[in-house]
């Protein structure tokens, strides 16, 4: 790998934290070629795409302009809102904009001139697009913080809403809830939905103004102080279950239920001083495009993943056109610390509809490879579909290709066979004298010992002589006096006079008789 790469693939990440990154430029190998990479778009301030709406009607104050005081000064009532002045307007884009010298500028409600009936507002952030969370959600308050109040999330575009966490500063009077501390969260129940006192109690209203979503204290749980190891909470992420959604959301909701007493208890004789103000609603973000994206952009008036790995949709939930929409896997952390992609890749040309068949429910990106692959391929099954049959077993070509018994064994006779495979019509590679589909039958001239071996005797070209019986094709079962393989010869003991030895003496006396002829001839 060139530096120049090496630069790219090991920077990226220091930089931006893992996973920031979808591919890399490897200039490694033949060919330079990109190096994917899991993904996700970098942290954004999602306020600055929140559609906002504020209920009921006519809660923003100053439609009539009214004065309100403070709990500072309680009967200094001489501040005036007036939603026809822009200078004493107090509208809700004011809880999303941008604060210059420090001067607080913020959606204020009515007063609390309806008591005893609740002061209730609901402030609703619709982002039209799932976000993943990677920060504190913090709400900030002027002039006190509520006394109760219930944050909500939902994951589908407002359709269902969910609490997120209830604030009181008496949980169990408000709620009838115990209170809990973040802090005290640990990793069985990171993402219970709790109550909790700590941004609600009186404090002065100028001292503690933020009410926060804990998601850093909750992060840390995994990732350890610091959030230094954010490696482990994206394993946990892939681990626990709900983890990660816990963390997604499309829209929040902040229901305001009774504002700042600034007290124990509210002052009839002055109403004036309750009410929410709201300078800031900070919200940090991510787009959630899956582990497919590492970019997110506002276009056609919402948050779009620029989505790679041949994936589409807002957020990039699924293959593109022809590119096998079954096989739509989000990306994963795992393994560490690259992440895989889960690209999708093309369609081919067989099988859209059932991708493994219904002999696997899983599949897996090969990497090396660029595709992705069924994986624990059933019923001796196996390939990239499962639509090839394990060694050891053959295609049953009158049944589909998804049925369970498509593939047969090939059963091939371990003696007779070189191996266990057979070809596509279920025959045996045979060994020398073995034949039959399962090669357990044996040529002419063969029989069948532990395998075919070739006959020793038999009926027609290796007869036992002298009287002998061919035993099963291997050898001669010779009589009395005889011996060898097909019993040519004689046995040479004291009652059989032909036996070899005998005869061979008489040969071998006969020589000499002749030589002696020969020799007397010669010399007479
Ligand atoms: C606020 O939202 C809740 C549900 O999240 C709903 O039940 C309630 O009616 C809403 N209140 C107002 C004033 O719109
Ligand atoms: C939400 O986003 C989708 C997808 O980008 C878009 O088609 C739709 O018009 C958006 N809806 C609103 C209300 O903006
Ligand atoms: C997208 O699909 C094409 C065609 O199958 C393939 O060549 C390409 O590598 C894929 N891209 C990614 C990022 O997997
Ligand atoms: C192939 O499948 C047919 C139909 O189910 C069945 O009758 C036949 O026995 C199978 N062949 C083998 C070799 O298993
Ligand atoms: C399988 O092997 C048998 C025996 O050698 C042969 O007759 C048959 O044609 C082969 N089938 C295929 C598809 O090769
Ligand atoms: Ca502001």
Redesign the pocket.
């Known amino acids: 790998m060139l530096p120049l790469a090496a630069f790219l693939v090991h920077c990226f990440p220091l930089a931006l934290g893992h996973y920031d990154i979808c591919k890399s430029w490897v200039t490694s190998g033949d060919s330079p070629s990109w190096e994917y990479h899991a993904c996700q778009p970098k942290p954004m301030f999602m306020k600055g795409y929140a559609?906002v709406k504020v209920e009921p009607p006519g809660i923003t104050c100053g439609d009539p302009a009214e004065y309100f005081c403070t709990h500072e000064n309680p009967y200094l009532c001489s501040d005036e809102c007036d939603a026809a002045n822009r200078d004493l307007a107090h509208p809700p884009r004011l809880m999303f904009d941008k604060e210059e010298d420090g001067l607080a500028t913020y959606w204020q409600s009515v007063t609390w001139k309806r008591y005893p009936e609740p002061l209730i507002a609901n402030i609703t952030l619709?982002w039209?697009?799932s976000i993943e969370l990677t920060d504190d959600i913090v709400v900030t308050f002027e002039y006190g913080r509520p006394t109760m109040m219930v944050l909500e999330k939902s994951l589908d575009?407002g359709k269902t809403w969910h609490p997120y966490q209830f604030y009181a500063d008496d949980c169990m009077e408000a709620f009838g809830m115990m209170s809990n501390k973040i802090r005290e969260l640990t990793t069985d129940n990171a993402k219970r939905v709790q109550c909790t006192e700590e941004y609600s109690r009186w404090a002065g209203s100028k001292k503690e103004k933020n009410v926060r979503f804990d998601v850093r204290e909750r992060f840390a749980i995994f990732a350890g102080p610091d959030l230094r190891k954010m490696e482990n909470l994206y394993m946990a992420m892939e681990r626990v279950k709900g983890l990660k959604e816990f963390f997604t959301l499309t829209d929040l909701r902040i229901r305001l239920l009774r504002p700042a007493l600034g007290g124990t208890y509210v002052q009839r004789d002055n109403l004036k001083k309750y009410f929410y103000a709201i300078s800031n609603i900070e919200v940090i973000a991510r787009c959630k495009c899956n582990l497919h994206a590492s970019s997110c952009n506002f276009?056609?008036?919402?948050?779009?993943c620029e989505c790679e790995h041949n994936t589409t949709g807002?957020d990039c939930g699924r293959c593109k056109k022809n590119f096998h929409t079954k096989f739509w896997r989000a990306g994963s952390y795992n393994p560490a610390p690259r992440g895989s992609p889960n690209s999708c890749t093309q369609a081919g040309t067989i099988l859209d509809s059932c991708e493994c068949l219904g002999h696997s429910n899983r599949c897996s990106y090969i990497e090396q490879l660029n595709v992705v692959t069924c994986v624990s391929c059933k019923h001796n099954t196996r390939g990239k579909h499962c639509e090839q049959c394990r060694l050891g077993y053959y295609r049953n070509v009158s049944v589909g290709l998804d049925d369970k018994n498509v593939c047969v064994e090939c059963d091939c006779n371990q003696m007779g066979s070189w191996h266990d495979r057979c070809n596509e019509t279920g025959y045996c590679e045979c060994k020398s004298g073995t034949t039959g589909p399962k090669c357990d039958e044996c040529l002419p001239g063969h029989h069948w010992i532990e395998g075919c071996k070739p006959n020793m005797c038999d009926e027609e070209l290796l007869i036992c002589q002298n009287g002998g019986t061919c035993h099963y094709g291997q050898k001669c079962i010779c009589p009395p006096g005889f011996k060898g393989a097909l019993c040519q010869h004689a046995k040479c003991d004291s009652n059989h006079r032909n036996c070899d030895s005998a005869s061979n003496a008489l040969v071998a006396s006969a020589l000499v008789l002749i030589c002696t002829l020969m020799l007397s001839v010669v010399y007479i």
């Not at 276009?299 to 779009?304: A, I, K, P, V, W």
């Open positions: 559609m619709s039209n697009k575009h276009r056609d008036g919402s948050l779009q807002q």
